[in-house]
């Protein structure tokens, strides 16, 4: 019989897995439903499109497929890196976006991607596409390992399973290390973009302030928003990013009450995620407030 806590960590899953899945999905239909009334897509509801569309894809992954997958499938485990991968992308060229088109900065390599970002984009999407790929395949040839036995003559010895395959053996160590090296260069360049809106923020401020101009600009309402937005995504990209990573440390595999408690801060970062980007964007919170009235 389980024990309460782990009973309130899986309800616990299973409830941001639903609201997870439920957000994204609405995120992904109003976009949608904008590009089918207007014709036209704007660039920011691709990239929030995508970000919906990498999320229920990464759910469905480790909800619907996983339970169904050997644990040495060494195809799932390919995919279910790339999708990760993807999410961590996407959620960076979101920030870049928000940082290129607020930012007030004079550097000529700064004007030059604030002139062509809305180009640059399909771009982003095919870097982070491809740096997904690349950093995903390593998973299918540097995690498995074939376990050689060659005490053929001992009982308790054998060189394959009870359905005739050979047995693998899971290198914890090289997932660590593989998972470590794809999610750090995304969060490097989330972080970056981070603290480039921070300090706009902080020069603007102090240039309205000596300027004796108020507080109530429209712009610095808007940078202000903007901000607390990306501090917020920044607060759980990190708890994401610790916690995913410490799931894969080799020496806490086998404890399964952290597991567990990882489990629900990793199905927390996608549900968050879509919860910030839903309330800070006012089309989508007033239609999914008239949603929730209906």
Known sequence: MPSPLVISIVVLTWILI???????????????????????????????????????????????????????????????????????????????????????????????????????????????ITASMICSLPFGWLVFTTIINNTTNSTNSTNSTQDGSTPLQINMFNIFILYLSGCFVPFFIFCIAICLLIRSLWKHIGHMTGSNVGLGNPRL????????????????????????????????INNTTVQLLLNVIICWYPTMHSVVLVVMNRKMKLLLYHFLCC
């Not at 509801?45 to 169904?68: E, Y």
């Not at 991607?113 to 180009?119: E, N, Q, T, V, Y």
């Open 18 to 128: 639903v609201v997870g899945i439920l957000l994204n999905f609405f995120i992904v239909a109003v976009t949608v439903i904008w590009w089918f009334q207007s014709k036209r897509l704007e660039i920011i509801n691709i990239i929030l499109a995508s970000i919906g569309m990498s999320r229920l894809a990464l759910i469905l992954f480790f909800v619907v497929i996983f339970p169904w997958v050997p644990i040495s499938d060494a195809l799932f485990a390919v995919l279910s890196m790339y999708v990760t991968f993807c999410c961590l992308w996407f959620d960076t060229i979101l920030c870049v976006f928000y940082c290129v088109k607020i930012c007030n900065y004079n550097h000529p390599f700064f004007m030059y991607l604030k002139l062509r970002i809305f180009k640059m984009v399909p771009w982003m999407f095919l870097m982070s």
């Open 221 to 252: 309402h808007a940078h202000i928003r903007a901000v607390r937005t990306m501090v917020s995504f920044l607060v759980i990209y990190i708890i994401f990013f610790i916690s995913s990573t410490f799931k894969f440390v080799p020496s806490m």
